[in-house]
């Protein structure tokens, strides 16, 4: 009969089978997640979904049936309120895992370079926008942590094929936007597969095939679970960022899907059109990645060539083609696209490591060698600027959304106290606020200061924003229910816009304050 360890020796036990890539890009996520998030951590900044403390979003109608599994069970543990420290950690903590189960199946030799595969997981702005909706940022990581999980298992040549399936359809059940970092996660392993002389031919095209299977099997799955949910609800899915027509390239011409490809793949060395790239570090970075990759990719190319290999110089070329379209499969989940959904691109800092750590014994000839150990050097040196200026970036991301807190609390602070001291104001009256959406005070600062930062999933300015009504109950203590007021009423037509004297009123026993025409 087998002895009970003690806990000391089972947590040891399990530590040691643990891989030194996944240990290293681990704690490398856990560090450098904190230097960029951890003022968003330590702090309450919503944006305008997070005003409402407690929820996880909508759920069947986004094909989001696992999601709804999730949140429920949070919910009735009563874990479901939007604690910036706590959600922050659980994301953290879910961020940590799938970057340790990447850098395993990817077999980095370097040290380095797994800390650069975690650093890059944890800092990339999709996190950051993720962020701004802290109430569903733990049920995001664990929907990426389930599609890595589940590439892990299939990689890795796990029997058990059903898990693996089931994995990715669940993960596409929390957020869909996770599946194409995935897929370009199977094309990297590809692509690492061809340059190892082990590797034949078939083994490769079994593989390709093999993991492509894995991907459509979870698909299926998920869009049968997605019926059925709807089917039990009585529910529609509905058009939010063409969820309707997922896996239809949302109605996109071929011709618009191969423009789309290139502007966004190469676009990131010259503009920020994808929040990927605000400065001209990251500019360069992408755009140095870029030419590293490809040289090395041609390179590897001309000697498959040479050593008349000429499949597998074929197979090279095609997976570093079918990797560009990988990497922006997210329009075949959505056609509205912004960063939050675009975490895929992390693969392109990920991409030359594997390269740069494969093609040390690649070549045979010393002087390729050196040529290659000097690319390391530089890349590393230029890996490290983007994921401090990434730090940087989510910094200011969370300044810019502390400063638009502060502004729209000192201006609302205003309006309640103006209310506060109407002649006949009783405080179980309701409130009309008519334009608060656009709001003409001039002398309100629009946070013209951070522009440069400017990202989706926060407001600018944080007085405009849709859920306002819980901005002025849970952070300004102003407890009143908002009603639309009457624009034919004459009386509110001849009101002058707030802050002139007039502005705020009451009107047949409801507050009306005039912030626009």
Known sequence: MERIKSVDATIQSIYSKISRPFRTAFMAAVIFAIIAHLYMFMNKLPNYDDMGLNGFGATFRLGRWFLWVLGATAYHLDFVYSLPWVNGLCTLFFI??????????LNVKSSVGNVMIGAAMAVYPSWTATFFFMFTAPYYAISLFLAVFSMYLTVKGVRFIPLSVLLMACSLGVYQAYLPF?????????????????????????????????????????????????????QELTDYKGVASIGSLSGFSLSEFMGMLWNDFFGLSYNNHLELSYNYVTKFMYAFLFILSGMLIIGMIVRFINERQHLKAAELAVMAFIFVIAI??????????????????????????????????????????????QAEWVMTAVLAA???????????????????????????????TQIKELDGYEPEMKTAFIGYGNIQDKSLYRNQVMEVFEMSGRDAVMAEAYSIEYFLKYYCGFNTELVEADRDNSEIKQMPVYPLEGSIRIVDNVVVVKFSE
């Open 386 to 416: 983007g994921v401090i200026s990434y730090c940087h970036f989510a910094n200011a991301q969370y300044l810019s959304l502390n400063l638009g807190f502060e502004q729209a609390s000192g201006f609302y602070g205003t309006v309640i």
């Open 96 to 105: 940590a895992l799938s970057a340790g189960l990447v850098a395993d199946v």
């Open 182 to 234: 995935v897929a370009t996660q199977y094309v990297i392993v590809i692509i690492l597969m061809i340059t190892e002389s082990q590797n034949d031919y078939l083994k490769i095209i079994k593989s390709s095939f093999y993991f492509l299977g894995q991907l459509v099997a979870g698909g299926v799955v998920y869009f049968v679970i997605t019926k059925v949910s709807l089917m039990a609800t009585h």
């Open 328 to 373: 922006n499969s997210i329009y075949i989940v959505s056609n509205d696209v912004y960063v939050l959904m675009r975490f895929s691109y992390v693969n392109l800092l990920i991409f030359p490591i594997c390269l740069i750590d494969r093609c040390k014994g690649f070549w045979v000839r010393q002087r390729c060698k050196d040529i290659i150990l």
